[in-house]
């Protein structure tokens, strides 16, 4: 048997799409400030890695719905943070020391094609806009990935999530041993799942994420002061629900960041109710749960407030309760606290109020007895009401990537994380454990909080949410 490279060994060592003749890579960069914070995204995952290092990154698959209809595209978080690049069938390798560190493959330019499915950037447009060092086709993977894991020891790559891309990969892999065999450089013998790495990084946003993010918070707030001027007793939640969708289309963003919870009544009680096809009645609370998407990045925000306008005494109790937890767990947002440091809060000013309102314990002023409040926080006695955490990172993704857990311990919040604060109480029609005045009812609260150097940054301040705010929303709008 001989080692010699058979002609399926034979790649073309320069890119089919390189550099235009004349231009500087990158060039165009600086004047596409959008790409340019994608390019310090890529710069600072490579200034992580070592020489010899690869990332090797593919974008979402696109997913038919029913027939010929496709479900709307929506790009894989991490080549979006990495690239902007907005189509399927991409991939981005980065390689740490190369001459041309940033490779993209994507669809190339075609005429017939783009007659059907729309403008393509091609593998020009993603050296020349996006500011790959080098592009292929994305046909030519196959063919060319093997030349460019050529001198790589490592290769963070994500096995196990897309069975084709697997077979891409493992494919590539045989044929650069092969090759390696004539030419003696490294391939890679170590696979690290880049998640670690890049999700890190994901975590803390920079000045221009968070800036996108705030558009998506400003939008979010646009809508739901509109919905909160929409609603009136007999209107239908679809009808909250495409105040919404409307809103966030007609400022720009690309829709709902995850599918509109829209709840009256009861149906609040139920924490993904999405089917939004009930009448809203009059005495009853609504509770919607919505956020924009801008540019990949989501807002996610709820707020609660009556059908008629006017909260009732039982719900106004137990909405300054959800508020008051709220305020307090949105204050420990804050570097020297932990992420679970802001849970802890919440859970505590909730069951001290439970207490109060006649839920747990036997006499309302035991609320006061802090030792007391210990042992219900450490036995979980909220639980029947409060079965959720406080808290998710946001980001591109809506409940969005970086570990809470360091070594064990919840992670120390540091400048730059954005996390949701959204205690909740949820007292089903039929929960005999709940005082008779409560039940039915389903109340959330929800913010999204950026980490500063000092107080918190609540993204999402401008929408309503005293009951005082609200009433005086709700009444200006009727008037
Ligand atoms: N909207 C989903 C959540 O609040 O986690
Ligand atoms: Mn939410
Ligand atoms: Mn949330």
Not at 36 to 42: E, G, L, P, V
Not at 436 to 443: E, S
Request: aromatic share 6%.
């Amino acid at each position: 048997m001989s080692d010699a490279p058979t002609s399926e060994d034979q790649v073309s060592p320069s890119p089919a799409a390189a550099v235009p003749e004349g231009a500087v890579p990158g060039a165009r960069k600086d004047a596409l400030p959008r790409f340019a914070a994608h390019a310090a995204h890529r710069q600072a995952l490579l200034d992580r890695l070592e020489d010899g290092e690869g990332v090797l990154i593919f974008a979402a698959p696109h997913h038919y719905r029913n027939g010929d209809a496709e479900y709307g595209y929506r790009q894989s978080s991490d080549l979006l943070y990495l690239t902007g690049w907005p189509d399927p069938e991409a991939a981005l390798l980065l390689r740490k020391g190369a001459e041309q560190p940033c490779v993209l493959f994507v669809q190339p330019r075609d005429p017939e094609r783009e007659t059907w499915t729309g403008r393509r950037h091609g593998p020009e447009g993603a050296v020349e806009v996006f500011g790959a060092d080098a592009a292929w086709p994305w046909d030519e993977l196959a063919t060319q990935l093997p030349a460019l894991l050529l001198g790589l020891h490592t290769l963070h790559y994500r096995f196990a999530e897309e069975p084709e891309n697997d077979r891409l990969v493992a494919g590539a892999i045989q044929r650069a041993r092969r090759l390696a065999r004539r030419n003696h450089l490294d391939v890679p013998d170590a696979f690290i799942d880049p998640l670690r790495l890049l999700h890190e990084l994901r975590l803390v946003k920079s000045d221009e994420e968070l800036a996108v993010m705030q558009r998506a918070a400003d939008i979010t707030a646009e809508a739901h002061t509109a919905a909160m001027a929409a609603t009136a007793p007999g209107k239908m939640e679809y009808e909250l629900e495409a105040v919404y969708l409307h809103t966030f289309r007609r400022r720009g963003g690309a829709g709902p960041g995850y599918i509109c919870i829209v709840g009256g009544g009861a149906n609040a009680t139920i924490l993904h109710y999405v089917t939004n096809d009930a009448p809203l009645r009059d005495g009853d609370l609504v509770c919607v749960d919505a956020g924009c998407e801008v540019d990949g990045y989501t807002a996610d925000v709820t707020r609660t407030w009556p059908v008629s306008g006017r909260f009732s005494e039982a719900q106004r109790a137990l909405y300054q309760l959800v508020l008051d937890a709220e305020l307090a767990a949105i204050d420990r947002c804050r570097v020297g606290a932990t992420f679970a440091d802001v849970h802890d809060e919440a859970k505590r000013v909730l069951t001290a109020g439970l207490v109060r309102l006649g839920f747990l314990g036997d006499d309302p002023a035991e609320a006061d007895d802090a030792e007391l409040i210990d042992t219900l926080v450490a036995d979980e006695a909220y639980k029947p009401w409060y079965m959720h955490g406080t808290s998710h990172w946001l980001g591109l993704d809506v409940h969005d990537v970086g570990s809470y857990n360091r070594a064990g311990q919840s992670r120390p919040l540091v400048p730059g994380m954005v996390l949701t604060v959204e205690p909740g109480l949820y007292i089903s029609p039929d929960d005999e454990r709940a005082p008779a005045r409560f039940r039915g009812i389903g109340i959330r609260i929800e913010d999204d909080v950026c980490v500063t150097d000092g107080a918190p940054r609540v993204l999402t301040a401008a929408i309503p949410k005293t009951m005082a705010d609200i009433e005086a929303l709700m009444a200006d709008a009727r008037a």
